[in-house]
């Protein structure tokens, strides 16, 4: 069977200085789950969705995505660093959209969602560009192709952003709080694309604070405080009755 | 029903309506008194320099479009450009190397950029003139055979060579630290951006990072070459005949040392203010808010409000 979009970690620890950020975490998202991980800031999350891209590392414990284990290959006694090629490679199968957007703001929309199939893949630039409508008009901003990201509301950076990881064809994508950076009134256009994404069968791991789309859209939901896992398990029966008494206080906070 | 509103001002004698009156700005008796010092001072120096028969403005006027000064102007002018382009093309190598994660890569450019910034421009240039006392004889080839040619360093590193190599590796330090600079200035998330992409590092450094660098790093580079054009007179201790070397072969045989000297410095200071246009204009360009939206960008009109409110 193939582990296309899945995403395995046992054990995973990872520390800046002396500060566990992350303690033992366990993950098991099958291919086209939609998991939201929730919890306070400063409680390990983004670290976590960072780290199943590569923009961190992990210092101990089994990562495998896409069935395969990332960023390093492992030998009898220890995990090996993979090369800069292969890890590009494997970074090219998982889509992230950042808080920020992050858009290169030295090219319009449209190039930037050709920068990954052109820059990265050396896909042809006119297919590429046909491609990039498609996916600009599919995230609603067909006409909207040759604006700067300067020129561009929030959310609409965001929908770009969105469509430059699709550019990839990724198996997963993951969302960094995409929509934390946003008026709340562009809110829903962003939370509207993600929908649209999956139900299309994407795995998605969103970090996020809208509880709304994790009762809605969201399969799992993860519940993480100060590095571990409090809770996990059906979205709505947590976010209905939450067991431990941490995640209990949370909710009430934010509901 | 029309309203109207009691503006509260007193009623005009001339008609003016309070509310269409001109605002002034307040003038601080400082002001005045700073115009009256500041104007007859200049005048003073005016009519000083004017008069002052040792200026030999005649002498001036003879020499300032003189064959021999012209050809030294020439040679600053070239030296100036190519050291100015060969320093970048080196600087910018050298940035790249000093922001590597491999560390002896990083630390031979720290080292490079270490001693260069850190001995004076003339002690380098003469060390350079002088290079043939350490190493009298260039070996080109492989090291330990006797596979090679040997070439007479005198005779490779003549004068305006000596000038070149000095100027460019000097230069190059600086430049180095300027580009580095413009790195540092691109955001991390765009880092991260590009390495979910899987940019590789490459295309990373041309596509992503040196592009929005170079907002930062141009106007740097225009205040450089305005730098290195006055810095090239340093060249004369070498023989070089550039334009302050002309001028003092001139004033060696004439003893007008004052007339020349001033000679040179109105070509220093006319190439300067030359300079200077398109330098403030690139500062302008690249000191707005936007100056990360291309220039071509700007072309699209804005809408209401946003454009009204400009």
């Given at each position: 069977?193939?582990?296309?979009?899945?995403i395995?970690?046992?054990?995973?620890?990872?520390?800046?200085g002396?500060k566990?950020?992350?303690?033992?975490?366990?993950?098991?998202?099958?291919?086209?789950?939609?998991?939201?991980?929730?919890?306070?800031?400063?409680?390990?999350?983004?670290?976590?969705l960072?780290?199943?891209?590569?923009?961190?590392?992990?210092?101990?414990?089994?990562?495998?995505?896409?069935?395969?284990?990332?960023?390093y290959?492992?030998?009898?006694?220890?995990?090996?660093?993979?090369?800069p090629k292969?890890?590009?490679?494997?970074?090219?199968?998982?889509?992230?959209?950042?808080?920020?957007?992050?858009?290169?703001?030295?090219?319009t929309?449209?190039?930037?969602?050709?920068?990954?199939?052109?820059?990265?893949?050396?896909?042809?630039?006119?297919?590429?560009?046909?491609?990039?409508?498609?996916?600009?008009?599919?995230?609603?901003?067909?006409?909207?192709?040759?604006?700067?990201?300067?020129?561009?509301?929030?959310?609409?950076?965001q929908?770009v952003?969105?469509?430059?990881?699709?550019?990839?064809?990724?198996?997963?994508?993951?969302?960094?709080?995409?929509?934390?950076?946003?008026?709340?009134?562009?809110?829903?256009?962003?939370?509207?694309?993600?929908?649209?994404?999956?139900?299309?069968?994407?795995?998605?791991?969103?970090?996020?604070?809208?509880?709304?789309?994790?009762?809605?859209?969201?399969?799992?939901?993860?519940?993480?405080?100060?590095?571990?896992?409090?809770?996990?398990?059906?979205?709505?029966?947590?976010?209905?009755?939450?067991?431990?008494?941490?995640?209990?206080?949370?909710?009430?906070?934010?509901? | 029903?029309?309203?109207?509103?009691?503006?509260?001002?007193?009623?005009?004698?001339?008609?003016?309506?309070?509310?269409?009156?001109?605002?002034?700005?307040?003038?601080?008796?400082?002001?005045?008194?700073?115009?009256?010092?500041?104007?007859?001072?200049?005048?003073?120096?005016?009519?000083?320099?004017?008069?002052?028969?040792?200026?030999?403005?005649?002498?001036?006027?003879?020499?300032?479009?003189?064959?021999?000064?012209?050809?030294g102007?020439?040679?600053?002018?070239?030296?100036?450009?190519?050291?100015m382009?060969?320093?970048?093309?080196?600087?910018?190598?050298?940035?790249?190397?000093?922001?590597?994660?491999?560390?002896?890569?990083?630390?031979?450019?720290?080292?490079?950029?270490?001693?260069?910034?850190?001995?004076?421009?003339?002690?380098?240039?003469?060390?350079?003139?002088?290079?043939?006392?350490?190493?009298?004889?260039?070996?080109?080839?492989?090291?330990?055979?006797?596979?090679?040619?040997?070439?007479?360093?005198?005779?490779?590193?003549?004068p305006?060579?000596?000038?070149?190599?000095?100027?460019?590796?000097?230069?190059?330090?600086?430049?180095?630290?300027?580009?580095?600079?413009?790195?540092?200035?691109?955001?991390?998330?765009?880092?991260?951006a590009?390495?979910?992409?899987?940019?590789?590092?490459?295309?990373?450094?041309?596509?992503?990072?040196?592009?929005?660098?170079?907002?930062?790093?141009?106007?740097?580079?225009?205040?450089?070459?305005?730098?290195?054009?006055?810095?090239t007179?340093?060249?004369?201790?070498?023989?070089?005949?550039?334009?302050?070397q002309?001028?003092?072969?001139?004033?060696?045989?004439?003893?007008?040392?004052?007339?020349?000297?001033?000679?040179?410095?109105?070509?220093?200071?006319?190439?300067?203010?030359?300079?200077?246009?398109?330098?403030?204009?690139?500062?302008?360009?690249?000191?707005?808010?936007s100056?990360?939206?291309?220039?071509?960008?700007?072309?699209?009109?804005?809408?209401?409000?946003e454009?009204?409110?400009?």
């Amino acid at each position: 069977m193939s582990n296309d979009g899945t995403i395995l970690a046992r054990r995973i620890r990872k520390s800046f200085g002396h500060k566990t950020v992350l303690h033992d975490i366990d993950l098991d998202i099958a291919s086209g789950e939609i998991c939201c991980i929730i919890g306070p800031s400063g409680s390990g999350k983004s670290t976590l969705l960072r780290c199943i891209n590569g923009l961190e590392t992990v210092d101990s414990g089994i990562l495998k995505v896409n069935g395969d284990d990332f960023g390093y290959y492992e030998t009898d006694n220890a995990y090996h660093a993979l090369p800069p090629k292969k890890l590009a490679q494997q970074r090219t199968r998982v889509g992230m959209v950042f808080q920020q957007f992050n858009l290169f703001p030295n090219m319009t929309a449209r190039e930037n969602v050709m920068s990954g199939p052109v820059l990265v893949k050396g896909a042809d630039k006119k297919e590429s560009s046909k491609r990039a409508q498609e996916l600009l008009t599919s995230v609603g901003l067909g006409a909207f192709g040759d604006r700067y990201p300067a020129e561009l509301s929030g959310g609409q950076q965001q929908r770009v952003a969105i469509a430059r990881s699709l550019a990839m064809d990724p198996e997963i994508i993951l969302f960094d709080e995409p929509t934390s950076a946003l008026d709340p009134e562009k809110v829903g256009e962003v939370l509207g694309v993600m929908q649209d994404l999956a139900k299309k069968g994407m795995t998605m791991v969103v970090v996020t604070h809208e509880m709304g789309f994790a009762r809605e859209v969201s399969d799992s939901l993860i519940f993480m405080d100060e590095g571990y896992v409090v809770e996990r398990g059906d979205a709505r029966e947590i976010l209905k009755n939450p067991k431990e008494a941490r995640t209990q206080a949370f909710l009430k906070q934010v509901l | 029903m029309v309203q109207t509103i009691s503006n509260g001002s007193k009623p005009t004698m001339n008609g003016i309506d309070p509310a269409l009156k001109p605002r002034l700005r307040r003038r601080s008796t400082f002001e005045y008194v700073a115009w009256v010092v500041s104007i007859l001072f200049g005048a003073g120096i005016l009519f000083s320099v004017s008069t002052n028969p040792n200026f030999k403005w005649d002498v001036v006027a003879k020499y300032f479009t003189h064959e021999s000064i012209l050809r030294g102007l020439m040679l600053t002018i070239f030296l100036t450009v190519a050291s100015m382009v060969l320093g970048t093309l080196l600087g910018l190598v050298i940035a790249i190397m000093r922001s590597s994660s491999i560390k002896p890569i990083a630390a031979t450019a720290g080292a490079f950029i270490t001693l260069f910034r850190g001995t004076p421009v003339l002690v380098q240039l003469i060390f350079w003139f002088n290079i043939s006392a350490l190493y009298p004889n260039l070996t080109i080839g492989i090291p330990f055979t006797d596979i090679g040619t040997a070439i007479d360093t005198n005779a490779l590193m003549g004068p305006i060579t000596a000038a070149l190599v000095g100027l460019t590796l000097n230069e190059a330090a600086y430049m180095a630290e300027i580009i580095r600079g413009g790195f540092s200035s691109v955001g991390k998330g765009q880092i991260e951006a590009a390495d979910s992409l899987g940019m590789s590092a490459a295309t990373k450094m041309r596509k992503i990072i040196i592009p929005q660098a170079m907002p930062s790093i141009i106007p740097a580079t225009g205040n450089q070459v305005i730098g290195m054009f006055k810095e090239t007179s340093l060249v004369s201790v070498l023989g070089v005949a550039e334009l302050l070397q002309s001028a003092q072969l001139i004033y060696a045989r004439t003893y007008e040392t004052i007339p020349l000297l001033i000679v040179a410095s109105l070509w220093y200071l006319v190439m300067t203010l030359v300079l200077s246009y398109p330098q403030s204009k690139l500062e302008q360009k690249y000191s707005h808010t936007s100056a990360r939206v291309p220039r071509k960008s700007r072309k699209v009109v804005l809408t209401a409000p946003e454009g009204i409110a400009r």
